[in-house]
């Protein structure tokens, strides 16, 4: 039996409990059936708030904190939670959680579900060392949440739920991603792997080695390799003949050159490798994308 205590509820409560005639059109839905929300409140300063489900819940459920602090105890971990940190609780796992008796936690919460929930579970525990994350504060995202919750409670219509699914998606992936903008950033201030971005750019024309490379910036070739492996994902010379592979697209729909005009544009000496390079990325080969451009 799941053990409930809320003594009397919190003073500027909201929450919405969708009825189970609309989450079975969600079900169904193409747009939603994927991710749908099922719950959704916030519970401000929310004294005596605590939840124990020794066979879990039906659903993922995300909390957010906002002022106060409470834990969160999952397979036997106990974790504080503070303001600006968030948590997501797997479905079907034993859990227990609660606001601090002497600084009550606020907190906005959702309990979601549907395949792409499982996968961003997946994302979310693979990526966040203990579950949880710090997340900077912004009114944005407040407002999010109210508009969201407006939507969920005033119209049924399968326009404005699939609208209020989408925009919840968005709300719960800004926190499991949020530290993303950060990495970008990091990326694109990275010098070296700049640099060498910019190199390969301009001599898309060039056969270029690694070798060049460690001469010409200076670093070995394995520092080279693993360091813009690790921020593009790809393997350097790999990376080069995807941009030269792009920049062949580009010629393909916007002149007249022939295949083998092209590849010795992109620096290929031999056409039909140029081919095989090119089918690898897109799947197809120069002549066939050319095809179905006028398709």
Not at 117 to 145: C, D, G, M, V
Not at 207 to 231: A, C, G, P, R, W
Not at 280 to 289: L, Q, V
Request: glycine share 4%; aromatic share 16%; charged share 25%.
């Amino acid at each position: 039996m799941d053990n409930n205590t809320i003594k009397e509820g919190f003073l500027g409560q909201k929450m919405i409990a969708l009825p189970k005639d609309i989450i079975k059109k969600i079900k169904e839905n193409k747009i939603s059936q994927n991710f749908y929300v099922s719950d959704l409140g916030y519970y401000p300063n929310a004294h005596h708030h605590e939840r124990i489900r020794k066979k879990g819940a039906n659903e993922f459920i995300f909390i957010y904190c906002t002022k106060g602090k409470g834990i969160i105890r999952l397979k036997n971990i106990k974790t504080e939670i503070l303001p600006n940190q968030f948590f997501i609780i797997p479905i079907h796992t034993s859990h227990e959680y609660k606001a601090n008796d002497n600084d009550p936690w606020s907190i906005y919460w959702f309990h979601f579900k549907g395949p792409l929930a499982e996968e961003l579970y997946k994302r979310y525990s693979t990526t966040h060392s203990y579950n949880y994350k710090n997340i900077p504060f912004t009114t944005k995202r407040i407002e999010q949440f109210n508009k969201i919750f407006n939507l969920y409670d005033n119209n049924y219509l399968d326009s404005y739920i699939e609208y209020a699914n989408l925009l919840s998606l968005n709300f719960i992936s800004s926190f499991i991603y949020h530290d993303f903008d950060s990495k970008l950033n990091s990326d694109n201030s990275d010098t070296l792997v700049n640099s060498i971005k910019d190199y390969l750019a301009n001599n898309l024309e060039r056969k270029i080695t690694l070798d060049e490379l460690s001469e010409k910036f200076n670093y070995s070739k394995s520092y080279i390799h693993s360091k813009f492996k690790l921020k593009t994902g790809y393997p350097v010379l790999v990376f080069f003949n995807l941009k030269k592979t792009q920049k062949a697209c580009e010629y393909l729909n916007y002149t007249e050159l022939s295949i083998k005009e092209i590849s010795f544009k992109v620096g290929f000496e031999d056409p039909l490798y140029f081919s095989r390079i090119f089918k690898n990325f897109m799947g197809k080969s120069p002549r066939s994308y050319k095809q179905n451009l006028s398709k």
